[in-house]
Nanobody
């Protein structure tokens, strides 16, 4: 059974940091791209970042470049999203998702329909 489980969310002050984890089970990371999305109340789900497991390439949307870093630990079947210099606009539920058989990252990674499996999300709230 394929599962993706996010953790690491919470309440943080502006300019603070959080590290999200996405643990996958039921498949190995070898042939998947893993993406992170977020959804704020009343807004559509937004792609944030992704990593290709096949070649390690990464992708970030402009709003998080220089602040967020995505990485993977294949031995632990885990993908991380390190979030620094957090802003109120980063608030939302963060989801990880897996796309089977995809190649290097590119603009496709922010399209939710490109993904096959989803986690249930973890809440990130940036507030003073």
């Amino acid at each position: 059974q394929v599962q993706l489980v996010e953790s690491g969310g919470g309440l943080v002050q502006p300019a603070g940091s959080l590290r999200l984890s996405c643990v996958v089970s039921g498949f190995t990371l070898d042939y998947y791209a893993i993406g992170w999305f977020r959804q704020a109340p009343g807004k559509e789900r937004e792609g944030v970042s992704a990593i290709s497991i096949s070649d390690g390439s990464t992708y970030y949307v402009d709003s998080v470049k220089g602040r967020f870093t995505i990485s993977r630990d294949n031995a632990k079947n885990t993908v991380y999203l390190q979030m620094n210099s957090l802003k109120a606009d980063d608030t939302g539920v963060y989801f990880c998702a897996a796309a089977w058989g995809k190649g290097p990252t590119g603009p496709w990674v922010v399209v939710p329909t490109q993904y096959d499996y989803w986690g249930r999300g973890t809440q990130v709230t940036v507030s003073s």
